[in-house]
């Protein structure tokens, strides 16, 4: 398996302008998790999926960020409109979900620059 | 909600030495604690991790240690080796209903030196 996988690595925008990362999961995990990491603040859960459904949303920093997820294999996290704070790393992990505790496998993170 | 202190926030230490570092939780109901290593530029990726049920767990020179009743859980690395150097981050999880939510510690820079 390829691992999770994120897209794009880097991105670099100007302030007022959308951004979308997106997120593949592994195959067959049902839990999806999107991370925010700052020096300042470590990581952050932002929001989580369970079988495509928000479970928990209460890390969603404002309403200019929303996050989907249409179908097993994929996830988007969009800022609009973005704003230079905006700018860190930004994880998305899977797990093989459930009520239990189960490993979270992370991608390798989209690195965001707002100018 | 869950809260996780970790210390330290930096270690340093040299090759072939021990280290430690500890975590503590407020939430008397998580039971799943995972350890988190990072290396630059790449995402966090599980190490070791202990359930509720288990108060040591070692997989060759990494052992975790647990006390419920402190609400405090430790990682110890011994005979350390540059490949070591990385940010550590504990993290605790309930389970349930929270499909395995976890809250993660502030991280620690280990830096081995040869």
């Known amino acids: 398996d390829a691992g999770v996988i994120q897209s794009p690595r880097h991105e670099v925008t100007e302030m007022g302008q959308e951004v979308t990362l997106r997120c593949k999961p592994i195959?067959?995990?049902?839990?999806l998790f999107w991370y925010r990491q700052t020096m300042m603040r470590g990581l952050e859960l932002l929001i989580y999926?369970?079988?495509?459904?928000?479970?928990?949303d209460s890390g969603m920093p404002e309403d200019r960020f929303s996050a989907k997820m249409p179908n097993a294999s994929f996830s988007t996290l969009k800022i609009q409109p973005s704003e230079p704070r905006d700018s860190a790393v930004y994880f998305c992990?899977?797990?093989?979900?459930?009520?239990?505790?189960?490993?979270?496998?992370f991608g390798p993170g989209t690195r965001l620059t707002v100018l | 909600g869950e809260n996780v202190e970790q210390h330290p926030s930096t270690l340093s230490v040299q090759e072939g030495d021990s280290a430690v570092i500890k975590c503590t939780y407020s939430?008397?109901?998580?039971?799943?604690f995972p350890w988190y290593k990072q290396e630059l530029g790449k995402g966090p990726q599980l190490i070791i991790d202990?359930?509720?049920?288990?108060g040591e767990k070692k997989d060759q020179r990494i052992a975790v240690t647990l006390n419920k009743t402190a609400k405090h859980f430790s990682l110890h690395i011994t005979e350390t080796q540059p490949e070591d150097s990385a940010v550590y981050f504990c993290a605790a999880s309930k389970g349930g209903t929270s499909y395995g939510k976890l809250t993660f510690g502030q991280g620690t820079i280990l830096t081995v030196h040869p």
């Open positions: 202990i359930r509720s049920n288990v």
């Open positions: 999926f369970n079988n495509n459904v928000p479970i928990d």
């Open positions: 939430d008397s109901a998580s039971n799943y």
């Open positions: 992990a899977s797990s093989q979900g459930g009520t239990g505790n189960n490993e979270q496998f």
């Open positions: 195959s067959g995990h049902n839990s």
